[in-house]
């Protein structure tokens, strides 16, 4: 219970957690948010870090003049293209003994199940749309390598999906995070961001389930 209210607690104040490492490390905040965006989208196993929470704290920050906010945008969209590039290869090279293999079973069949309902309902555009779903945005790369995507299609709406999803959530932080009534409400803006990007994913369960009925 500590860790869970930690991990809460670190997210709703994402902004001043950010601000502290980069008054006591400098530019590796850089280095820092990079490797988080890779690995949220980009190793399968770590869907519960913060996307696009993060990305709007950061944009913020940017704004005070702690951080270059072209450089920064530059280097999470490699991140997050990149992530979803190595997703891919993960899910296309050992996506069956990650799933079901006797030895190795790393991957929620619930998280496969709604990227799978996400590719059924929107097909290639998942890739671009799941980057606004938080796990499904993890597994949406994944579920393309482990169903043998041709690679250059991927490739094209992962490009498109990654700079669309940094640059919104990146710029936006950026023009509207130090607002005053932002950065007095950042707790609720935060868990605002965070509902909003599961609805989604709610309506999709919530419309097959209702065909899955009306059968």
Do not use: C
Request: glycine share 10%; aromatic share 14%; charged share 15%.
């Amino acid at each position: 219970m500590e860790l869970l209210a930690y991990a809460v607690e670190f997210i709703l104040h994402l902004d001043r957690h950010l601000d502290l490492f980069i008054r006591d490390y400098g530019t590796w905040a850089y280095v820092l948010l990079f490797l988080i965006i890779f690995a949220e989208t980009g190793l399968v196993v770590t869907p519960f870090l913060p996307g696009d929470s993060l990305l709007f704290a950061a944009g913020a920050i940017a704004a005070r003049g702690s951080l270059d906010v072209g450089l920064l945008a530059l280097l999470l969209a490699v991140a997050a293209i990149v992530g979803d590039a190595v997703n891919y290869w993960i899910g296309h090279t050992l996506g069956d003994r990650l799933v079901g293999g006797k030895r190795i079973r790393l991957i929620k069949q619930e998280h496969l199940d709604r990227t799978h309902q996400f590719y059924e309902r929107h097909g290639a555009r998942t890739i671009i749309l799941a980057r606004f779903v938080p796990i499904v945005r993890t597994f949406a790369p994944f579920v393309a390598g482990l169903g043998r995507m041709t690679y250059r299609r991927f490739a094209t709406y992962n490009v498109v999906g990654g700079i669309t999803w940094i640059a919104l959530f990146v710029l936006g932080g950026f023009f509207f995070g130090n607002l005053a009534v932002v950065q007095q409400h950042f707790g609720l803006v935060i868990i605002g961001i965070i509902l909003i990007s599961f609805v989604p994913m709610v309506l999709t369960i919530w419309q097959e389930r209702s065909a899955a009925r009306m059968r």
